[in-house]
């Protein structure tokens, strides 16, 4: 049972921002083989991500995502534009977002934490490794932390303790 919002009776939604083909099966692989209920959307650049994020275009019906999968370096808008605009937006700014990219330059683990990443992790070239990695993010992520609610599920607010 995950401890999602505190009950786990729906899947956890994630948002995957991945344009490698081969990132994108073995991220599937390894969240499948670690049996939590879990709903995967996956985008292949910056400008999608962002369309699903804000509910545009073709994803006018995706889910609010729980937790973030975001590579760096990505095709029309890369993924520290992504960060920035994301943890800019009041609706968007409370989901988790793990940045998860092949680079392990000093400068982007900074930029990224300086752009407000909740984490930063540079994915192993070893495929049992990497398998490791997304099973480790998925627990912590996924059944160790309480996610934030979105704003469409949160309780309504008690008129006793209300204030004018």
Not at 19 to 41: F, G, M, Q, Y
Not at 123 to 138: A, G, L, T
Request: with cysteine.
């Amino acid at each position: 049972m995950s401890a999602l919002h505190g009950s786990g009776s729906r899947p956890i939604e994630i948002l995957l921002v991945e344009d490698s083909p081969s990132d994108v099966e073995l991220t599937i692989e390894a969240l499948r083989a670690a049996k939590v209920s879990n709903h995967l959307s996956v985008v292949e650049d910056g400008v999608q991500a962002l369309e699903f994020l804000r509910r545009e275009k073709q994803f006018f019906q995706s889910p609010r995502p729980d937790l973030i999968l975001l590579d760096l370096n990505l095709p029309r808008k890369d993924g520290r534009e992504v960060l920035t605009e994301v943890k800019a937006d009041p609706d968007l700014k409370t989901i988790p977002v793990v940045v998860l990219t092949t680079s392990r330059a000093e400068q982007d683990v900074l930029r990224s934490y300086d752009l407000n990443a909740n984490c930063y992790i540079a994915k192993p070239v070893d495929f049992n490794r990497f398998m490791e990695v997304v099973r480790s993010i998925e627990h912590f992520w996924l059944t160790v932390v309480t996610l934030p609610r979105s704003p469409a599920e949160e309780p309504p607010l008690d008129r006793a303790f209300a204030r004018d």
